[in-house]
C-alpha cells in the first residue's frame, strides 16, 4: 500500500509515478484532501478530549473548594462537550477510512526500470528459462496451473524459483515460491521408497527368528 506519508512531502512526485501507471492525477488530489480533512477532524476532536480533561480537573477544583454552584455548572459544560468529542471522533473515522480505502485502490510507486503501463500487455516476455534450458534442452510441458511467467529481465530473484522478471508482473503480481517447488516436485520427483509386502502370518522382521 502506497506510504501516506509520501503523499504528504511529495504529491507531485507521486502524481508523476503513478501517471505511469495510468492513473489519472484526479485521484491522488482527492486522496490528498481527504487526509487532509481526515487530520482536520482528529485535531478538533483531540482539542474537544483535551477539553473535557480540563473541566473534569476543574470540577474537582470547585467540589474541594465547597462551589457546588460552578461544580454543577462545569460539569454540565463537560456533559455537552464530551458529546460534541464522540461526535467529532466518529466523524473522524469516517474520514480515515475513506483515507485507507482511497490508499488501497492505488497501486504502488513503480521503480524507475519497471516499464510503463497498468497491466500485463505491457510486461512484454523476452525470454523463457527451466532446468537445463541452457544446456539446450526443451521445454518441459508444463502443466498450466504450474507455469512460471517470465518479464523483462535476465536476473534472477530470490523470490521466484525459475523465473526472472522485473517490472509490472515482479511488483504486483510475485509468485510464491511453494508454486514453484510444486512444479519442482512434479516434474524431477525424489528417489522411490524401496517396499515389499509382509504376510500377516510372517514377521516383520526376518532376523528376529
Not at 523483462?152 to 511453494?178: E, F, I, M, Q
Amino acid at each position: 500500500m502506497l506510504d501516506i506519508r509520501l503523499l504528504r512531502e511529495d504529491p507531485d512526485g507521486v502524481k508523476r509515478s503513478l501517471a505511469r501507471r495510468g492513473v489519472d492525477d484526479v485521484e491522488v488530489d482527492r486522496l490528498v484532501e481527504l487526509d487532509v480533512e481526515a487530520r482536520a477532524r482528529r485535531g478538533r476532536q483531540e482539542s474537544l478530549r483535551a477539553r473535557v480533561k480540563d473541566l473534569s480537573r476543574q470540577v474537582g477544583e470547585a467540589k474541594r473548594a465547597g462551589d457546588d454552584e460552578k461544580a454543577t455548572a462545569l460539569s454540565e459544560e463537560s456533559k455537552v462537550v464530551g458529546d460534541d468529542e464522540r461526535a467529532a471522533a466518529a466523524e473522524a473515522d469516517v474520514t480515515a477510512a475513506e483515507v485507507r480505502t482511497a490508499l488501497l485502490y492505488l497501486p504502488n510507486i513503480p521503480a524507475e526500470d519497471a516499464p510503463d503501463g497498468s497491466g500485463e500487455q505491457e510486461n512484454v516476455e523476452v525470454r523463457r528459462w527451466w532446468p537445463g534450458s541452457d544446456d539446450g534442452d526443451p521445454e518441459p510441458a508444463w502443466p498450466e496451473h504450474q507455469r512460471v511467467p517470465t518479464g523483462r529481465s535476465a536476473s534472477s530473484s530470490a523470490s521466484w524459483t525459475w523465473s526472472a522478471v522485473r517490472g509490472w508482473r515482479a511488483r504486483c503480481s510475485p509468485l510464491p515460491r511453494g508454486r514453484g517447488a510444486t512444479a519442482a516436485s512434479a516434474h524431477h520427483p525424489g528417489p522411490r521408497r524401496a517396499s515389499r509386502r509382509i504376510r500377516r502370518d510372517q514377521p516383520a522382521d526376518p532376523g528376529a527368528h
